[in-house]
């Protein structure tokens, strides 16, 4: 504080109820009719961190899913062309899991007849919004040639398509069942309950359905306003 204030710490506190809560502390100083003081901020962080732990447990559970199943998801901008894929992807590629990859890096794997396919494909998903799924040959970056299947999924920002992604669809779904039991979990964690399992109820939590549109948008910011 002495040194001008403190933006954005994050502590720990517990409520008078005895429940232990996530605070985003700020405080910056100012001078108020000539006398010193500091304007203080807490904002109450709980349910945003809980949802993004679940996130987090998430992609770790697609990434083991993928590994064992070989089965991998991917994106890239459609502004860019620059992307992202799963560690599954690159090896299926036979590349280092850990280098940058874009859309003409993913299509140069295609050769012949399924070059043409994925190229028409991926044109089309940009400017019709129109998804795919196809059986195609790719020559792996050591030489091997394998038969994949290739998903593809426009994401939409308004009128737009803003990005193309994909991700197995048996992956995608043990995924999203883990998912929403460690976000249950994790909740129920919070308030001192047990996690008794998920019941339907026919209508979906608000945090539910916010941290899943985070989770398919990438995008936390909406988190900040739970």
């Known amino acids: 504080l002495e040194s001008g204030g403190l933006h954005d710490f994050e502590l720990q506190a517990r409520s008078k109820t005895g429940r232990i809560v996530k605070i985003l502390f700020s405080s910056k100083p100012m001078d108020l009719e000539g006398e010193a003081c500091h304007i203080t901020t807490m904002i109450d962080m709980t349910e945003r961190k809980r949802a993004e732990e679940a996130l987090r447990e998430k992609e ?12 991998g998801g991917w994106e ?12 599954e992807v690159a090896r299926i590629h036979e590349l280092d899991p850990k280098g940058a990859t874009n859309a003409s890096l993913g299509l140069s794997f295609y050769h012949g007849e399924s070059r043409q396919k994925v190229e028409l494909a ?29 998903i593809g999924q426009p994401v939409n920002a308004g009128n737009k398509v803003v990005k193309v992604r994909a991700l197995g669809a048996e992956a995608a779904e043990v995924a999203d069942r883990h998912f929403l039991e460690n976000l249950v979990r994790i909740h129920r964690a919070g308030e001192g309950a047990p996690y008794t399992g998920i019941k339907a109820t026919g209508v979906l ?11 398919k948008s ?8 739970l």
């Not at 990438?218 to 306003?225: A, C, N, T």
């Open 60 to 71: 770790r559970l697609l990434s083991e899913t993928g590994r064992m199943a070989h089965v």
């Open 76 to 87: 890239f901008d459609t502004e860019t062309l620059q992307g992202t894929w799963t560690e």
């Open 122 to 150: 991926v044109k089309e998903a940009i400017e019709l919004g129109k998804p795919y799924d196809m059986e195609l040959e790719l020559v792996t970056a050591k030489g091997n040639h394998r038969w994949v299947r290739t």
């Open 205 to 215: 939590d608000p945090k539910v359905a916010a941290a899943d549109q985070a989770m």
């Open 218 to 225: 990438g995008d936390l910011e909406p988190l900040s306003e």
